[in-house]
């Protein structure tokens, strides 16, 4: 990616001119009245998210206007970077600094693409000098989300249980972190049963991965991503729409590895821990059956009503374990249900948690980050749905609950299995976006990500 930030504002730089619409007549009366006339037949009137280019006498660029909202998001500047000419820019405004790191980080974001397969017919080489931004801080933001992305992006045939393994492996040797992974029929012998059985069918082993880093005395911060490699549903074998996306499965497990790059970046003082099981969920002779029952590792028997509802199943195993340590702070990220995406849409993640404040905390942050999360209810009068008559729960619900209330079912499902740790947050998210926007292309949408880093800045320090 050559769009980049600047240290230094070089000589010859463009100004780039943030303007809202409303300061748009009182700056454009202060013009000259070329610029004045160039913008009316341009139609500028800085709408947030249009711009201008104003050409100089010589044939060159003289400066760029951008139209953007009062209050700047981080996407103000996104659009600028893979639509402007080459060359060196300075924002020319002072904003707070971390307004003006937000919009650096937005500015790189708008450089993301996905390019593993295609090159990209032109690279845009635009680079932006912000004053007073914090730029380390934008860099490893915006290459935490470029993880998160890339990793999503991945076909399943290039992102099985073992590469997303890898993946983790890399960013623990990036940070000196501590990363084990227990793989295929290990984790039978180290009781994971119910991530063997998921996983067991697909030709590719089924995995456990477990990063540690920090001081073990420091406060514990664990994070679960569901690493679904590909869901084709099981026996209950989705339909092809149903399964078209069903690579972006392991989206709560790039999540959460991207939420611990910014953990050790920023050398948070905790003691951190992510578990990923990472499956595919596969057909085979030995898969499991619609009515089988499980073991989990909690010791609880699962009655299957449907194979398709596999996240909380693996989720189920890796959350049993951090709760056994009962952590300070306990977040999992999945792509747990379509009906998250069918109650919230595509760009809200559904927050379930037992702590109020740990929630609104986190609904706070996600409204200053731009990255909204939306709370459901854990409600406490649906988990009677999950009962099975010869087990000690189902995975789904079958007779009254069937097809209604889906993601709050999933997650009074993983409720059962975090009974020691009252600060437990549990975000269903989509991960991908048909939407075509600057800084977020048609693609892997890295949702939740910049809120929950906020809130562990905040609540652990940073
Ligand atoms: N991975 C899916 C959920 C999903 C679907 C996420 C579409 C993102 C987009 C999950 O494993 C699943 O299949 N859930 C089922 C649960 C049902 C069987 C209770 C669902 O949502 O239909
Ligand atoms: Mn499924
Ligand atoms: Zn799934």
């Not at 003289?62 to 500047?77: T, Y």
């Not at 680079?127 to 399943?156: F, K, M, Q, S, Y």
């Not at 992510?274 to 699962?302: I, S």
């Not at 009503?305 to 374990?321: F, S, V």
Request: charged fraction near 20%; glycine fraction near 10%.
């Amino acid at each position: 990616m050559s769009v980049k930030l600047l240290s230094e504002t070089p000589a010859g730089a463009i100004a780039i001119h943030p303007i809202s619409a409303t300061e748009w007549e009182g700056w454009a009366a202060g013009q000259s009245e070329a610029v004045a006339n160039w913008a009316r037949r341009n139609r500028f009137a800085a709408e947030p998210g249009s711009q201008l280019l104003l050409p100089a006498a010589d044939g060159g660029l003289a400066a760029v206007l951008v139209g953007v909202d009062a209050a700047p998001d981080l996407w103000a500047l996104a659009g600028l970077p893979a639509t402007l000419p080459d060359g060196d820019y300075r924002l020319a405004r002072d904003y707070p600094a971390a307004v003006a790191t937000r919009l650096a980080t937005g500015w790189l974001l708008g450089g993301y693409r996905y390019t593993r397969y295609k090159a990209p017919k032109s690279e845009p080489a635009a680079a932006l000098a912000v004053p007073g931004a914090e730029l380390a801080e934008a860099r490893e933001v915006a290459a935490a989300v470029a993880l998160a992305r890339d990793l999503i992006n991945t076909p399943a045939e290039h992102m099985g249980p073992a590469e997303l393994a890898a993946a983790a492996e890399a960013l623990a040797a990036e940070f000196g972190a501590e990363c084990r992974v227990l793989v295929g029929d290990e984790l039978l012998a180290a009781n994971y049963p119910a991530v063997h059985a998921v996983g067991r069918a697909a030709a590719r082993a089924p995995r456990l991965i477990d990063l540690r880093w920090g001081a073990a005395t420091a406060p514990k911060l664990t994070l679960v991503g569901k690493g679904v490699c590909f869901d084709s549903g099981g026996l209950d074998l989705k339909p092809a729409a149903g399964m078209r996306l069903m690579k972006t499965d392991m989206g709560g497990a790039a999540t959460v590895l991207a939420l611990a790059r910014l953990v050790m970046a920023r050398q948070l003082p905790v003691r951190l821990r992510v578990l990923v099981p990472a499956v595919e969920n596969a057909v085979a002779g030995n898969a499991n059956r619609p009515g089988d029952v499980l073991a989990t590792r909690k010791g609880l028997t699962v009655e299957i009503g449907n194979t398709d509802a596999e996240g909380r199943l693996i989720l189920c195993d890796a959350l049993a374990e951090a709760d056994a340590e009962r952590p300070e702070l306990l977040i999992d990220c999945a792509t747990l249900t379509g009906a998250a995406r069918v109650a919230l849409g595509p760009d809200l993640p559904a927050l379930f948690s037992p702590d109020d404040a740990l929630a609104e905390n986190l609904l706070r942050h996600g409204v200053a980050e731009a990255d909204p999360l939306w709370r459901l209810p854990l409600w406490a009068g649906y988990a009677k749905w999950l009962d099975s008559p010869i087990a000690d729960l189902n995975n789904v619900a079958e007779s009254s609950g069937a097809g209604v209330g889906g993601a709050i079912v999933g997650a009074l499902y993983l409720q059962r299995f975090v009974t020691a740790t009252p600060a437990w947050a549990h975000i269903d998210m989509g991960v991908w976006s048909d939407a075509d926007r600057p800084g977020r292309p048609k693609g892997a949408h890295a949702m939740a990500l910049r809120a929950l880093d906020a809130l562990l800045v905040e609540r652990f320090g940073g």
